[in-house]
């Protein structure tokens, strides 16, 4: 049995990985100036590095939305096309180890699957996510560097920011505690430093996520959220969705390959 091959061309990056006897194998991730390059280019780094022949690779399985410009077989392997959010919960699914669960795909915006069992299907999203966020730095810290963006981030002062609680109350509201926030970006002046602001864009991106997907869940009975995604790389997730989990009662987890699950999700569904 050959190895198959599954890969995310998202907006701005491409993510490859290979799938042999149910292991996850190599996955590496190709930015590129348009999809096409970035497609093809990921597909022969994977190949060379992991030393696969052509004739070694069973399927390719193709998902994002860059992959609408693929109309053919790569290098005449079988290619084939999966729903993006088919892929989002296989992937999700399979690294979380979840039969039942909301995942959460944090890319250039965010999207909404519910997954139970084997029905897994797109139940919204919201047009907030890293394109926001580098958006958002290139206006007001003239950079859309991810590392810059984040070196600045981690020297930032948060109540600096965003209202809290403890600055409109002398107690804790039920269920809040004085650190909550209670509304995004409203202490923010003029002059405010860039390691501030840095911070401030990444806890509005990454809080506004937390509260929908809790929205997105109401009357679901579901208590789990599988986070996948470029943003789950963010060091500050290990601090906002803990604080999330305690004031919701809820569950937020983050899988090891878990930028790359759509890709995964893509070559398992070969096989489904």
């Not at 005449?76 to 399979?94: H, N, Q």
């Not at 139970?116 to 797109?122: A, L, Y």
Request: with cysteine; charged share 20%.
């Amino acid at each position: 049995m050959g190895i198959i091959i599954g890969i995310d061309v998202g907006i701005s990056t491409t993510k490859i990985v290979g799938l042999r006897e149910g292991r996850v194998v190599s996955p590496i991730r190709i930015t590129a100036a348009d999809q096409v390059t970035s497609l093809y280019g990921a597909f022969g780094k994977y190949l060379h590095d992991n030393k696969v022949e052509l004739k070694d690779v069973e399927q390719v399985m193709l998902t994002g939305v860059g992959a609408g410009y693929i109309d053919e077989s790569l290098y005449g392997i079988p290619t084939s096309k999966v729903d993006e959010f088919v892929a989002d919960g296989l992937g999700a699914r399979f690294e979380s180890g979840l039969s039942k669960a909301i995942v959460v795909s944090m890319g250039t915006g965010t999207s909404f699957v519910q997954c139970d069992g084997d029905d897994i299907r797109h139940i919204g999203g919201i047009g907030i996510g890293g394109g926001t966020l580098m958006g958002l730095s290139r206006v007001m810290l003239n950079t859309r560097d991810p590392k810059q963006i984040q070196s600045l981030a981690m020297r930032g002062d948060i109540s600096h920011i965003n209202l809290q609680i403890g600055d409109i109350s002398t107690h804790p509201l039920p269920g809040l505690p004085m650190d909550a926030t209670a509304s995004l970006f409203s202490k923010a002046q003029y002059d405010a430093p860039k390691e501030d602001l840095a911070l401030g864009l990444i806890v509005m991106v990454l809080q506004t996520i937390g509260s929908a997907t809790i929205l997105a869940a109401l009357n679901s009975g579901i208590k789990d959220f599988v986070l996948i995604g470029n943003l789950t790389l963010l060091p500050q997730c290990k601090e906002i969705y803990p604080m999330l989990e305690k004031m919701y009662k809820v569950h937020f987890h983050i899988p090891k390959h878990a930028e790359f699950c759509t890709a995964i999700g893509a070559a398992l569904s070969y096989k489904r």
